[in-house]
């Protein structure tokens, strides 16, 4: 389990760092698994952080203890993010991907998110900020200013370390507020599982707009 000095880093070290870990989840009886394989960053002193314009006791998990969880609705639906070294600085979980889960755990998943009425493919399960929490019940009212626990939910250390990532700008960052930083990071492993894959066909025709990066 990452404890509150694994996310004692500036924002994009912490976002960086966080790509292959596994969130892992008790749900009733069973655990629910995730690979982080897309974060952002987000620095207080940029404009497109939740912080930028100081504090509020709904940011206040934001200035709190590095490894705090802040949660917020994203378009009414939850959002996953832990605050690191900074006060208001914090990394965005933006995807995941199914990791080490039994059928059982997959299938809890998929109830939980479910796509028209029925069953999500599994490999879309997490694929953006607020599929990841609906798939694996991780609620505002739940955890917003909390701390991780090892026996309901946590980030463990094991999971798929990147060999390579890619790096990008950030989505849905309204233009004037910062929108050109390249603030995203992709595990190049589960590109094509990420929000929106910068290695797209459908991406590359437009100007390159990323890096890719070996560890």
Not at 138 to 146: A, F, S, Y
Not at 148 to 154: E, G, P, Q, W
Request: charged residues 25%; aromatic residues 10%; hydrophobic residues 35%.
């Amino acid at each position: 389990m990452l404890d509150s000095t694994s996310f004692d880093k500036i924002p994009v070290d912490c976002a960086i760092s966080l790509l292959g870990k596994t969130i892992r989840v008790l749900y009733r009886d069973t655990w629910l698994s995730a690979l982080i394989i897309e974060t952002e960053a987000y620095d207080i002193n940029e404009q497109a952080s939740h912080a930028s314009l100081g504090f509020s006791e709904k940011k206040r998990a934001l200035f709190m203890q590095p490894g705090t969880i802040y949660m917020y609705y994203a378009r009414g639906k939850d959002s996953l993010n832990i605050s690191c070294r900074g006060a208001g600085n914090a990394v965005l979980i933006k995807s995941g991907y199914p990791h080490n889960c039994s059928k059982e755990a997959i299938k809890i998943m998929q109830v939980n998110n479910p796509i028209n009425n029925k069953l999500r493919k599994p490999s879309l399960l997490c694929s953006g900020q607020t599929l990841l929490c609906k798939s694996l019940n991780i609620k505002v009212t739940d955890w917003d200013q909390k701390k991780f626990c090892r026996n309901s939910f946590y980030i463990a250390k094991k999971g798929a370390h990147p060999k390579q990532i890619i790096q990008t700008k950030r989505l849905g960052i309204p233009k004037g507020r910062d929108e050109h930083l390249m603030y995203r990071f992709i595990h190049m492993d589960y590109s094509k599982y990420c929000t929106n894959n910068p290695l797209s066909k459908k991406n590359l025709i437009k100007e390159k707009n990323y890096y890719i990066i070996d560890l």
